[in-house]
C-alpha cells in the first residue's frame, strides 16, 4: 500500500470524526510554520485532547476549539512531526546491556583495538571488585573497526583475566568470543559439536575451540539477562523506554522473545502501563508447531504492550560475514574457504512450512533476512503461499534485507510483502562491505530508491542495541548514504528526506497494521506527537541528525523534553 493510498484512507476517516472531535475543547494546541503532518495536506494547527488529535489544519479553525484551559504552544521555528516509530529492534536485549560492559567502536563506545578491548574488562573487573568465578558480560565489540581487523579469542581475552568466565558479544548479536574459562563453565571443548545453523570456530589445524561462536552456537552460553535479578531488569525495561522516547520515539519494537517472557512483559503492564507502546514479537525459530499454533497477534494494547506476531531468523549478519549469499563474499572469515557463502541459520523447509501456517492464521511475521540467498528463501516461502489470488493482508517482513538484489525487489511488487531496510549500514558498516562483497553489491546494500520506485511499501531502522535508536541519524544515513570515511555508497539509491521520515512514521505505521491509528497527524488518530528543534525539511542533509528533540508526547501525554529547551520553565 502507497503513502497516497494510506492518506487518502486516513482523510476519509478524519472526515468521519472531525465534526464530533472538533465541538471538543482541546487539552493543547500546537501552532506553527513547520508542521509535518507526513500527509499531502499540511496543517497550520494541531488540537488534541486526551490521547486523540481532534483537530488538524488551518489556524483560525483549530483555534475554534480553544477553551478557558487550554494551553496554546506557539512552536516557532520548532517542527512538530507524528511520533517516531521503531520499525525493528530489541527493547529488552538493549534494556538489559544498561548494566553490562560496553565495549563498541566510535561513534558509540571508545574501542579501537582488541587492547583496549582487554584493558576496559580489567579495569571493569578492578572497579566493580567482582569476585572471581563471577561472570563477565560485554558487549558491541565490532572486529571491522578493531585495528587489528578480527574478533579478539580465547587467547585474548584470558589475558584479560584467567580467574573469571568471560563473553563479549558481537556489535551485530550474531556472534560472541569467550575465554578459556568461559569455554570450560559451558562444557565446550574438541568434541562438542555445533547446533544446526551455528558454528563454532576452531584453531587451525585443531578441533580446540577458539573462543569464537557464530549464530546458533551462541546458544550453549549465558546470556545478558542471567546476571540481572528480575528486580533489576524491570527497573531497566522503565529507564530504557525514556532512551526511546529521547529520541523521539513513540512505538518500540520488541522482538525475539520467548512466549512466557511476553506474558511477563503483559503482566508487568498491567501492573503499570508503559508511557510508550511496545510492539513484541515471538521469536519462532525454537518453538515446536504446537507452541507457533499458540502465539497470536493482539488487536489492542493492554498497558501498552501487545504481541504483533512472530518472529523467524533465516540467516546471520553482514558486518558479522555469516549472512547467507548466492555468490561467494569477496573476502569472507579469517580461514574461509575461496567459495564461502556462509549458511542458512533455520532449515529452509521449516520456515516454507511455518510461513504458510501463520499467514494462514493471520499471524504477522518478520523474517531477518540479510544476505541475498536468505532473502530468495524468504520470498519464495510467501510467494508459495499467497500465489493465487487476491493476496491476502498478510504485510510478512523481510528484517533487514541489506543484499536484497534488484530481480528480488521485482519479485516483491504484488506479494504484500514489506522491506524493512536496516538503512544505517552505509555508514557504520558500508567501507566493511565493500571489502566482504566488493563494490557492486556493497553499493546496493539498502535499496530503498528502487524499492520506492516500484511501489514497495518500505520502512527503515536501527536495530537497537547494534547502534543506538537514534531516528535522526538513521533519516540522515538513508538520505546521504555516506559511509565512515566519506564514500558515498550507492548514491542511486539515497532517498529525500520526506521519503525517509514518512518510512519511520506512516510506513512504520503501516508495517505494524496500525495507519488507522498512528504515523499521520491527523483528526482521530493518537497523540503521539515529537517536537523538533528544526525542521528536517529546513537544514543541510549532513546536519539531520544533529536536530534536537525538544519533547516527546504519547498517547497526548509529555513523556520527555529535553532540558535545554525547558530549564527555567
Not at 517516531?84 to 579501537?112: E, Q, T
Not at 546496493?444 to 541519524?473: E, F, K, M
Request: glycine letters at 10%; hydrophobic letters at 40%.
Amino acid at each position: 500500500m502507497t503513502k497516497k493510498t494510506i492518506c487518502n484512507k486516513a482523510l476519509l476517516l478524519s472526515a468521519l470524526f472531525a465534526a464530533v472531535l472538533q465541538a471538543q475543547e482541546a487539552d493543547v494546541i500546537f501552532v506553527g510554520d513547520n508542521i509535518l503532518t507526513m500527509e499531502d495536506a499540511g496543517a497550520e494547527a494541531i488540537a488534541i485532547r486526551g490521547e486523540i488529535i481532534i483537530a488538524a489544519g488551518d489556524r483560525a479553525e483549530v483555534m475554534a476549539t480553544r477553551g478557558g484551559d487550554t494551553r496554546v504552544v506557539e512552536l516557532g521555528e520548532q517542527a512538530l512531526l507524528p511520533g517516531f516509530i521503531d520499525a525493528h529492534g530489541h527493547f529488552s536485549a538493549l534494556s538489559r546491556y544498561g548494566d553490562m560492559l560496553n565495549l563498541s567502536s566510535p561513534p558509540v563506545g571508545d574501542v579501537v583495538s582488541i587492547e583496549d578491548l582487554i584493558r576496559k574488562i580489567r579495569l571493569h573487573i578492578e572497579q566493580q571488585d567482582i569476585p572471581p568465578g563471577q561472570l563477565i558480560y560485554g558487549f558491541g565489540y565490532d572486529d571491522s573497526l578493531l585495528a587489528e581487523n578480527r574478533h579478539p579469542n580465547r587467547d585474548d581475552l584470558d589475558s584479560a583475566s584467567i580467574r573469571h568466565p568471560i563473553i563479549v558479544r558481537h556489535v551485530s548479536g550474531h556472534l560472541l568470543a569467550t575465554n578459556s574459562l568461559g569455554l570450560e563453565a559451558a562444557g565446550v571443548g574438541e568434541t562438542t559439536q555445533a547446533p544446526e545453523g551455528g558454528v563454532i570456530r576452531r584453531r587451525p589445524g585443531s578441533l580446540e575451540p577458539d573462543g569464537v561462536m557464530e549464530e546458533t552456537a551462541m546458544g550453549l552460553f549465558p546470556g545478558a539477562g542471567e546476571l540481572l535479578s528480575a528486580e533489576r531488569q524491570s527497573e531497566l525495561r522503565r529507564e530504557t523506554v525514556y532512551l526511546y522516547a529521547s529520541y523521539g520515539i513513540t512505538t518500540i519494537q520488541d522482538s525475539n522473545l520467548p512466549p512466557a517472557y511476553v506474558e511477563l512483559l503483559k503482566q508487568e503492564a498491567l501492573q503499570e502501563p508503559f508511557v510508550a507502546d511496545i510492539v513484541t514479537y515471538v521469536m519462532g525459530n525454537p518453538l515446536t508447531d504446537e507452541q507457533l499454533q499458540a502465539v497470536t497477534r493482539d488487536a489492542e494494547y493492554a498497558g501498552g504492550i501487545r504481541n504483533g506476531g512472530v518472529k523467524f531468523t533465516l540467516d546471520g549478519s553482514p558486518q558479522g560475514r555469516t549472512a547467507w549469499m548466492s555468490e561467494p563474499y569477496t573476502e569472507g572469515p579469517e580461514g574461509a574457504e575461496a567459495d564461502y557463502v556462509a549458511y542458512p541459520s533455520y532449515d529452509p523447509a521449516a520456515w516454507r512450512r511455518r510461513i504458510r501456517m501463520m499467514i494462514d492464521r493471520g499471524v504477522p511475521v518478520l523474517a531477518h533476512a540479510n544476505g541475498d540467498a536468505a532473502i530468495e528463501l524468504m520470498i519464495d516461502g510467501v510467494e508459495a503461499v499467497v500465489s493465487g489470488a487476491p493476496v491476502p493482508d498478510h504485510r510478512s517482513v523481510i528484517i533487514h534485507a541489506q543484499l536484497m538484489r534488484k530481480d528480488q525487489l521485482q519479485r516483491v511488487v504484488g506479494l504484500g510483502i514489506v522491506p524493512s531496510f536496516y538503512s544505517v549500514h552505509p555508514f557504520f558498516w558500508g567501507d566493511w562491505h565493500r571489502i566482504s562483497f566488493g563494490e557492486e553489491r556493497a553499493s546496493y546494500i539498502s535499496p530503498a530508491r528502487d524499492a520506492l520506485d516500484l511501489g514497495i511499501p518500505i520502512t527503515i531502522h536501527n536495530d537497537a542495541p547494534v547502534v543506538p535508536p537514534d531516528i535522526l541519524r538513521l533519516v540522515e544515513i538513508a538520505v546521504n548514504r555516506e559511509t565512515r570515511s566519506g564514500y558515498v555508497l550507492g548514491p542511486d539509491q539515497r532517498i529525500s528526506v520526506e521519503e525517509a521520515l514518512w518510512a519511520v512514521t506512516g510506513g512504520a505505521a503501516y508495517q505494524y497494521f496500525e495507519e488507522d491509528e498512528k504515523g499521520t497527524l491527523s483528526v482521530g488518530k493518537r497523540a503521539d506527537l515529537v517536537v523538533l528543534a528544526a525542521s528536517p525539511l529546513a537544514v543541510a542533509p549532513g546536519d539531520l541528525a544533529d536536530i534536537d528533540i525538544v519533547e516527546t508526547i504519547s498517547r497526548g501525554r509529555t513523556i520527555y523534553q529535553n532540558p535545554d529547551y525547558f530549564a527555567g520553565r
